[in-house]
């Protein structure tokens, strides 16, 4: 009756989070080293720097800026692909809650009214995930991260609601 996706649990959750975390450390990082090599390039030498004896400040300048827009590029291809596949997952809760739904149409009494609660919060978690969604934007940088932190743990909160209600449901 009810498809046999496996959601991802809390742990492997955290684990992806950890690991996309740990990209964009990796990231900033070479972002704040090549800052450094600009910064230490910008003061006064004893003698000058000729172009054949080394890289340029205008070198340097143009690889930080070149590093930056290659960021901010892969940054906005993460931003859609995340919002692709949360929009994915979003239609299959959809498709889950409408099954669940038809379920609860066939039980009775306290069991019926009882489902009809379960199915409406796990209607109000699909929308806080749509809503948070619709706030992602175009955002950068750590309001990126920070959005992105909202919609996975709303989601995590989701997959909880689903999974109560389907072990209730499953309750003889």
Avoid: H
Avoid at 59 to 79: F, L, R
Avoid at 119 to 136: F, I, N, P, Y
């Amino acid at each position: 009756m009810l498809p046999s996706r496996r959601l991802l649990d809390g742990s492997e959750m955290k684990v992806i989070k950890m690991k996309r975390g740990m990209f964009v450390k990796g990231l900033l990082t070479i972002l704040l080293m090549a800052a450094l090599v600009a910064v230490t390039g910008c003061g006064e030498k004893e003698k000058p720097q000729g172009k054949a004896e080394g890289v340029s400040r205008e070198d340097v300048k143009q690889e930080t800026k070149e590093a930056y827009e290659a960021t901010k590029a892969y940054t906005q291809e993460q931003v859609q692909a995340f919002r692709q596949a949360t929009e994915t997952k979003l239609g299959e809760y959809d498709k889950k809650i409408d099954q669940l739904q038809e379920s609860a149409e066939k039980l009775g009494g306290d069991a019926k009214v009882k489902a009809g609660q379960q199915l409406a919060a796990l209607r109000q978690k699909r929308d806080a995930v749509s809503e948070k969604m619709k706030e992602l934007g175009d955002s950068g940088g750590s309001a990126w991260d920070q959005f992105k932190s909202g919609i996975d743990d709303a989601m995590e909160d989701l997959a909880g609601a689903y999974n109560d209600a389907v072990a209730e449901f499953s309750k003889p």
